[in-house]
């Protein structure tokens, strides 16, 4: 293996660099803070022709997506990025490029959505596409950005998977913060990512046959294809892992696949999150561990499909007695998909949600370790009440309820 | 005339298939089978609006001959974009990318974004199949509904005139830009040809395409609605290629108004009133065009002259 850089990047740098890397053949894009630097990169790397790639800056998100799907149509290894607003308003397009099967990455720089009028970190805006049917990957690093890119597009064309992906990597805390990031060779990531290679009905040529986004209505063939949608949704669980693991034969880093778990093994408290914040917890469970208290973190990288059975397993084996969900949305998306999972589970553990860093606001360790005491307290009483949602959103006070 | 007819005859290649999901005397299907044939076969589609239903229901496709990308409602131009640029990227140059938009596609939901198409003049060519209203939603006004015109959502007559999409196109700088009618095929198939030519793209034209099932007129009647359209004067028929403005059928003494009217259904409640706020629209816009005629006349002078002869 050649020697791979070592360089620092923000997260906006990584994600640009990492599709330059994969080779892709067209982006369409709008810009919108905090994800318009990519755009920009995109556009200079085809400028210094250090990238050979179709490039539109469309009049709007939407055309931006719609002309991503022509591109995918026409068999381009296709790229986009996009924020908050920009993501709602692209949203009629979603589901079509899902429907149709169409492989491509999407970075999405995560970013509150209106109103109040926000511009700083959330997951609102990508949480708020979980029922499109695209997979959904969250970033804890900038290297991991560049990395999930990478393992992207191996996801996605995978002829049993074919679903679009957003690698969502939180606004500003990702993006544009600098990294220590090891940046791989134009001949490692061509040796693990070979060129795209569509199916022969998988686009459009003159002459060649296929019809994309076709009314189902005659006979109604409908059904069947969201089945075979769904299917593939499934695929992507096993894909992600081996994916993963695949990258780490090439590259020596991994992601543990659809989630990671850390120091569960004996947790009586864990908490479970995605992004950025994970990288707060796992520093507060160090000093929690090293205080001699049982606490975990299950770090959802797979937020679409999400990691059911995996979770389940890692639940099953720590015996927490406490779950604590931690979710940058004001409504309990992370909290209800993972209580929801819990019902397998014949003796389950309590679980309690709590809405935080909105709109950019910083959570620190001691906060993460208010959480884990305050969790330990409820954990062993009735105190809490039995069979009622307890998601709750942090507020300057503090307080549980807000 | 018969040679341009002769020309068409010519071309045996039909693209468009039996299996298509239109209405019984849609105007939109003579469009597309002449377009289709004016294009050939080195061509990538997308359609929308209306057009969906021209291209079939799955399993059965009316146009297998030609692949279709349909785009969402309000998405053809970005799509045609994404389609010319990637076209490239995989060493298609010389294929044709061809859109063939609805009204409400072109004109309302999905303006902004053909808008953007043209200012970036990506060598597409855009059709639109102008059935003046949302034919496909059940028949509801669109910027393009004619006026005075009964619809779902107009039920006492749309009280403005139509956006003059054509017009609004030019200002895009697009080397051509042409208004057809259904009434006259071989129009429509030498427009599209030259259409065809790179230089001639981002390439605009608009058709007006009768819709029995929303403008009340007979099934068999379409053709001859469209051709009133032209010679009433309400659908001036007139051609820009690349700095020369010409009217390709010039009305002469125009046609009854009333004739025009008479024919179709959306019409039915127009008063003598109506008639006449009509006849004032048509006078307007004939005017519109001559100024554009005099505008873009080599001559300035000797232009308002010749377009003094041809009205005559």
């Known amino acids: ?402 | 005339m018969q040679k341009r007819f002769r020309e068409i005859f010519q071309v045996k290649d039909e693209l468009m298939l039996a299996g298509g999901r239109s209405c019984i005397g849609c105007g939109g299907g003579i469009l597309t089978r002449m377009a289709l044939k004016a294009v050939g076969r080195n061509t990538l589609l997308s359609s929308g609006s209306c057009g969906t239903n021209t291209t079939g229901m799955f399993p059965v496709g009316a146009m297998s001959t030609l692949p279709v990308p349909v785009s969402i409602l309000g998405g053809a131009g970005a799509a045609l974009s994404g389609m010319e640029v990637a076209a490239r990227t995989k060493g298609l140059e010389d294929a044709n990318i061809l859109g063939i938009l609805g009204d409400g596609d072109a004109g309302d939901i999905g303006f902004g974004n053909l808008s953007g198409c043209f200012e970036r003049g990506h060598k597409v060519i855009v059709i639109v199949q102008d059935n003046q209203g949302y034919a496909a939603t059940g028949g509801q006004r669109s910027g393009t509904t004619q006026i005075k015109a009964w619809t779902r959502s107009t039920p006492e007559g749309k009280s403005r005139p139509p956006k003059y999409l054509p017009l609004i196109m030019l200002a895009h700088d697009a080397p051509y830009v042409a208004t057809c009618s259904v009434a006259y095929p071989e129009d429509i198939f030498a427009k599209v040809k030259k259409a065809t030519r790179k230089e001639n793209q981002p390439a605009f034209i608009h058709c007006i395409t009768p819709c029995p099932t929303n403008w009340k007129n007979e099934p068999s009647m379409s053709v001859e609605v469209a051709r009133q359209a032209v010679t009433c004067g309400i659908w001036p028929l007139w051609e820009y290629e690349r700095g020369k403005f010409t009217r390709t059928r010039v009305p002469g003494k125009p046609t009854p108004i009333e004739d025009y009217v008479r024919l179709q259904g959306r019409f039915k409640h127009v008063t003598e009133e109506d008639v006449e706020e009509m006849r004032s629209y048509i006078k307007s816009l004939n005017e519109k065009i001559d100024r554009f005629l005099y505008a873009y006349s080599e001559n300035l002078d000797s232009g308002a002259e010749s377009n003094k002869k041809r009205r005559a």
């Not at chain 1, 939180?170 to 090891?182: A, M, R, V």
């Not at chain 1, 081996?242 to 034969?249: I, L, M, P, R, Y």
């Not at chain 1, 979710?327 to 993972?338: M, N, S």
């Open chain 1, 1 to 402: 293996m050649s020697k791979s850089d070592r360089t620092y990047m923000r997260g906006n740098q990584a994600a640009a660099e990492a599709a330059r890397l994969a080779r892709i053949e067209f982006m369409g894009a709008y810009p919108i803070p905090p994800s318009s630097e990519i755009m920009e990169s995109i556009r200079t790397f085809i400028m210094e022709g250090r990238l050979k790639a179709g490039f539109i800056e469309a009049d709007g998100e939407k055309s931006a997506q719609m002309a991503c799907f022509a591109a995918v149509c026409s068999g381009c290894r296709t790229f986009n990025a996009t924020s908050a607003q920009g993501l709602l308003y692209m949203h009629e397009s979603l589901p079509m490029m899902v429907g149709n099967r169409m492989p491509m990455v999407m970075i999405v720089g995560n970013r509150s959505v209106f109103a109040p009028h926000g511009m700083l970190n959330d997951q609102t805006d990508s949480i708020m596409q979980r029922d499109t049917g695209w997979l959904q990957l969250y970033c804890e690093t900038v290297q991991e950005i560049l990395d999930t890119v990478i393992q992207g597009y191996k996801i996605v064309e995978n002829p049993a998977v074919k679903i679009p992906l957003m690698v969502c990597a939180d606004g500003y805390w990702l993006t544009h913060s600098l990294e220590n990031i090891t940046l791989p060779t134009q001949k490692q990531v061509d040796a693990f990512l070979p060129p795209y290679r569509p199916g022969e009905t998988d686009y459009i040529s003159p002459g060649g046959l296929s019809l994309f986004t076709s009314f189902g209505l005659m006979d109604n063939w409908f059904s069947e294809f969201k089945y075979q949608e769904r299917a593939a949704i499934s695929n992507a669980l096993k894909v992600i892992e081996e994916v993963d693991a695949e990258f780490a034969s090439y590259f020596g880093r991994s992601y543990s696949g659809l989630l990671d778990a850390y120091r569960t093994e004996g947790a009586e408290v864990v908490i479970v999150g995605m992004g950025s914040i994970m990288a707060t917890v796992r520093y507060a469970v160090d000093i929690m561990r090293s205080a001699g208290r049982k606490v975990g973190m299950v770090k959802i990288r797979s937020f679409r499909p999400f990691p059911q059975e995996k979770l389940l397993s890692v639940i099953g084996a720590s015996k927490a007695r406490m779950l604590v969900v931690l979710e940058k949305t004001h409504f309990g998306a992370l909290f209800d998909e993972v209580r929801s999972a819990l019902y397998d589970l014949d003796d389950h553990p309590r679980i309690m949600g709590y809405g935080v860093g909105l709109n950019g606001r910083n959570v620190e360790p001691y906060n993460i370790i208010d959480l884990f005491e305050q969790a330990f307290v409820h954990s062993g009483k009735a105190s809490l009440p039995k069979g009622s949602r307890l998601y709750f959103i942090r507020t300057k006070d503090k307080g549980v309820g807000g």
